[in-house]
């Protein structure tokens, strides 16, 4: 059985990661299901501090959830022959399990080549038509028999696959070519089993549980092939669509953690101190320490029970992730553009808003020259409309916004006049999510670009 993936947005944040985790746990006590937590890109700073102080194994990295050849495998073994076997033995074998096909292994399980039946059958009527004197068949086939697998396998020309290619590819070559089986091996040739057009008609999609995001933009490459069954998030609703009805729980709450959180206390199930903590840090770092004002009483009331469990109070455990977090000094512009980066569509229009929160902003202001021209030439790169990066005082409550790409007039007509050194200084402005993408997807519909 393939495990059910839970997992969060690319550019993974606490929010996203903490919430993949506890989630799984989540389901995984209460629906006795195969679960894996994951991560859809790499996870930050002041995630790996949280996990590695409250001893959790860091998600799965998945970048891609395309279906691979792997994923056409079946559950059952294949039956498989070592060098040493004879035609005779062979014979037997393939008669008694009614095989069509016998892959020929080293005794490292390496694949050293294929005997059909259609193969084996030519070589018999060969060699007997050799003789015209029936009378020499019983010699023949006593020496024929005695042959090992490994003179007659054919090892030249095989349709074979490599268990990280895409099903699309193999579908191609399954398509042009007519073999009952191809082989599918992993990166050192180690056979894996056997693939038909069968297993085509049959693949299940991955599966997966979508939290701290609903976006396609957002989500794991490949998501489009994948099977969502349920979403757990306190964003806008964006563009995703199932095929059947799912769970899907939004809420306008300042993290996906309050509502998990939720569900565990509501079900009265265990929450030791690490998991509670777990939960606690993703609510502080998605609410800035309950600063943002997308923090909402159900978010305190949630991380007050949590603390008490987790032993953390939440101001100096926030200090601590956000210390952590704001690590900039030896990050790239490059870095510190890309490490939060969330894209959105509106009609054909892509763009993008980075967030970099800080204790300390008057230190990125000799950056921010730099930062402008990274921007610039991501916008380019990627097609953006336009990009912006919200610098973020926490301590302040306040964003300085900076802005780049052929239409960042428009977020400039949105948000007012720009400072001398570029930016635009948004007093009271923390979240990107209600503060700033809703005032830039009302300044698009304005100018018709929904
Ligand atoms: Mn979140």
């Given amino acids: 059985m393939k495990p059910i993936m839970v997992i969060g947005h690319k550019n993974p944040d606490v929010d996203s990661v903490a919430a993949a985790i506890s989630y799984k746990i989540y389901k995984q006590t209460t629906d006795q299901g195969l679960y894996i937590a994951a991560a859809a890109g790499e996870i930050n700073e002041e995630t790996s501090f949280i996990l590695d102080y409250l001893d959790f194994e860091p998600p799965a990295l998945v970048r891609n ?27 037997n074998l393939m008669r008694s399990n009614d095989l ?46 005695s042959r090992r697998v490994t003179e007659v396998m054919i090892t030249r020309d095989l349709v074979l696959f490599e268990k990280d290619e895409l099903v699309e590819e193999a579908r191609k070559q399954m398509l042009a070519t007519r073999y009952r089986n191809y082989p599918v091996v992993d990166e050192s040739n180690v056979f894996l089993g056997f693939i038909s057009r069968h297993n085509l008609l049959e693949m299940k999609r991955k599966q997966l549980i979508l939290v701290d995001h609903n976006e396609r933009k957002q989500a794991v490459d490949g998501v489009e092939e994948a099977e969502i069954l349920e979403i757990v998030d306190h964003h806008r609703v964006g563009d995703l669509q199932t095929i059947s009805p799912i769970y899907f729980h939004n809420e306008p709450v300042g993290s996906t953690c309050t509502l998990i959180a939720e569900k565990f206390l509501t079900d009265h199930m265990a929450l030791g101190a690490s998991l509670a903590g777990l939960l606690l840090s993703g609510i502080i770092s998605d609410t800035m320490i309950f600063k943002s004002p997308t923090t909402t009483a159900k978010d305190r009331n949630i991380a007050q029970q949590l603390q008490e469990i987790a032993g953390l109070d939440p101001l100096d455990w926030g200090k601590q992730i956000f210390s952590h977090a704001i690590n900039t000094e030896n990050q790239s512009d490059e870095e510190l553009i890309t490490s939060d980066l ?48 919200m610098v973020t005082d926490i301590l302040e409550e306040a964003t300085e916004l900076l ?42 519909t304005r100018q018709n670009f929904m």
Wanted: glycine share 8%; aromatic share 4%.
């Fill in 65 to 91: 959830v395309r279906n691979t050849v792997e994923d056409l495998l079946d559950d059952h073994d294949t039956i498989t022959v070592g060098t040493d076997m004879t035609l005779a033995e062979l014979g």
């Fill in 403 to 444: 802005i780049a790409g052929e239409k960042s007039h428009l977020v400039k007509s949105a948000f007012g006049p720009q400072e001398e050194g570029g930016g635009i200084f948004l007093k009271g402005v923390l979240s990107r999510k209600k503060q700033v993408v809703p005032v830039l997807y009302e300044a698009l």
């Fill in 342 to 389: 969330k894209e959105y569509n509106s009609g054909s229009l892509v763009f993008a808003i980075s967030q970099l929160e800080t204790i300390d902003a008057k230190r990125m202001a000799s950056r921010r020259g730099d930062l402008l021209k990274s921007l610039e030439e991501l916008a380019q790169r990627r097609g953006y409309a336009f990009v912006c990066l």
């Fill in 100 to 145: 069509k096909t016998v892959p020929v292994l080293d005794p490292k399980g390496r694949l050293l080549g294929l005997i059909t039946i259609g193969d084996l059958a030519m070589i018999f009527m060969d060699n007997l038509a050799i003789t015209r004197d029936v009378s020499r068949a019983p010699e023949i086939l006593r020496e024929l028999l």
